[in-house]
């Protein structure tokens, strides 16, 4: 450890010492005293396990409350924690794996540096793809025939990637810049399957095409391309790199992840959060008829409420607030949320506007898998590249 590294230790602890116990201390001071990096603390203040205030001296700058961090370490320090903690990251835990591609930081999403809808504003998916894999990323007119007929849109688009899933080299055996081609070449094969038309051009616009949008519905699909690339290591985005972890090629990564996705707890929260905003539209009885059935489950299946984002998720304000105020839709949008006190998810806003600018049925899912393939392929790349495979312990507890 190097001479100045040694000197903002003792700094910090100095300072924890003569601290008073109501006292509210920064991030560096809670992270010497709990033993974790940044990424770890903020991961407790979204799972609610510590309260983060504004400091009243810099808005963007977050304070802890000593006796609360004090009594979060204790916790972590007694028998068994450590095996405690591993378990509880399977589900909305702590963070278990270092990427460079996206991340949540005090509820704002970042692709690397950029806050994501900052990208949002101006990028299309080809321009985040390039940022997320870190090399150039071209989007070609589809190298494939194009299946359409009476199958649906999920089955097209998987049936085009398992067929290609014995086709390519492994990614082991690839640089990066080559993953990325072939990445570009089953994005654009992967969205004609998923549109049923061998399309050309930006993606966004192959969107537009297809179903027909006028420019601003494009717009707002644009956007919720980009927002969506990339959401660290959600289900999906695991499923792929434990596969890609295996050495498999690419396509098989990707299959992976669309299959994850498929589950009516992930990408299918968008088809659930429609129904939630048709019964809001037509008022509170519909509400509350539509919330006796849900009783059971959790507001974040029918998107509103996000564990990563106890403030609200700023990728569905960033869509929503595109939108006119005095819409129908949003309109329902807000008479939910007000009703169960929580804010819309992305899935909500993806409802939303498929509603607002008349998308097919299938048009949020579609939206999601397609936006979604590009981080898929950076994490791809970027597991294949550690030369690491996935394999986690079970603790065997024997009925």
């Not at 990339?230 to 992840?257: K, M, Q, W, Y």
Request: proline share 6%; aromatic share 6%.
């Amino acid at each position: 450890m190097g001479v100045k590294r040694l000197i903002d230790r003792a700094a910090i602890l100095i300072n924890i010492i003569n601290m008073k116990e109501g006292e509210l201390i920064d991030a560096a001071m809670a992270c010497a005293l709990l033993g974790v990096r940044p990424q770890t603390l903020y991961a407790y203040v979204s799972r609610s396990l510590l309260r983060a205030e504004s400091d009243p001296q810099d808005a963007r700058r977050s304070l802890y409350p000593r006796r609360e961090v004090e009594a979060l370490a204790r916790r972590h320090r007694r028998p068994r924690a450590r095996a405690r903690v591993a378990a509880g990251a399977i589900r909305w835990g702590e963070p278990v794996m270092e990427t460079a591609i996206s991340g949540v930081r005090e509820g704002v999403l970042y692709f690397g540096e950029s806050p994501a809808h900052e990208c949002a504003a101006t990028m299309t998916l080809e321009e985040i793809a390039a940022r997320h894999c870190g090399v150039p990323f071209l989007v070609t007119h589809p190298a494939h025939a194009v299946a359409s007929g009476d199958t649906t849109p999920l089955r097209r688009t998987l049936d085009y990637l398992a067929a290609r899933a014995d086709e390519g080299a492994p990614m082991q055996d690839q640089r990066r810049r080559e993953i990325a081609a072939e990445g570009a070449a089953l994005l654009s094969g992967a969205a004609g399957a998923m549109l049923g038309a061998a399309l050309d051009g930006p993606i966004h616009e192959r969107f537009a095409s297809a179903w027909r949008l006028d420019g601003r519905a494009a717009e707002a699909v644009r956007s919720a391309l980009v927002l969506l690339s990339d959401h660290e290591l959600n289900p999906s985005t695991f499923a792929v790199r434990v596969c890609a972890s295996t050495g498999a090629t690419l396509a098989a990564a990707l299959l992976a992840g669309l299959a994850t996705l498929t589950g009516p707890r992930h990408g299918g929260v968008a088809a659930r959060a429609r129904e939630a905003l048709d019964a809001a539209a037509e008022g509170p009885a519909a509400i509350e008829r539509f919330l006796a059935r849900e009783a059971e489950s959790d507001p974040y299946t029918f998107g509103f409420g996000h564990p990563l984002y106890p403030a609200g998720d700023p990728r569905a304000a960033y869509l929503l607030a595109r939108e006119d105020p005095d819409n129908a839709v949003v309109a329902a949008t807000r008479r939910l949320s007000r009703r169960l006190d929580l804010t819309p998810n992305i899935d909500a806003a993806l409802a939303a506007i498929s509603r607002i600018h008349g998308l097919p049925g299938h048009a949020a899912f579609a939206i999601f898998a397609i936006g979604r393939l590009t981080g898929w392929i950076a994490h791809a790349i970027e597991q294949s590249e550690t030369g690491q495979i996935i394999r986690p312990r079970a603790r065997y507890t024997p009925l």
